[in-house]
Nanobody
Framework: EVQLVESGGGSVQAGGSLRLSCAAS????????LAWFRQAPGKEREGVAS??????THYADFVKGRFAISKDNAKNWHLTMNSLEPEDTAMYYC????????????????????WGQGTQVTVSS
């Protein structure tokens, strides 16, 4: 079974940076698509960034130019977040699944099979 563990969350001031990491274990290989999501209190979970097996990345409009998704290998990937804003405060989750592409009609699909427990990011003004 695939298991995911996030790390790197914390509290920063607006304008600051954080780097989230996701470590996977189990039967996952380079064919899997990888993604980051977030959920703020009282809001729905939303896709932040994704990367497919070919290295193609996709970003939600609200993070373009500020966040970057990357991967070291099939089992370790990251979300580098710069110019953080209070509106970025949320629980951040990594997710993975064995799809060719994690993006449908311009949006990151939400029905990933495997999810981490989340890491909290708090941005103060």
């Amino acid at each position: 079974e695939v298991q995911l563990v996030e790390s790197g969350g914390g509290s920063v001031q607006a304008g600051g940076s954080l780097r989230l990491s996701c470590a996977a274990s189990g039967p996952i290989d380079n064919s899997f698509a990888l993604a980051w999501f977030r959920q703020a209190p009282g809001k729905e979970r939303e896709g932040v960034a994704s990367i497919d097996s070919r290295g193609t990345t996709h970003y939600a409009d609200f993070v373009k130019g500020r966040f970057a998704i990357s991967k070291d290998n099939a089992k370790n990937w990251h979300l580098t977040m710069n110019s953080l804003e209070p509106e970025d405060t949320a629980m951040y989750y990594c997710a993975t699944d064995s799809w060719v592409t994690p993006v449908v009609r311009g949006k990151i699909r939400t029905d990933f099979a495997f999810w981490g427990q989340g890491t909290q990011v708090t941005v103060s003004s």
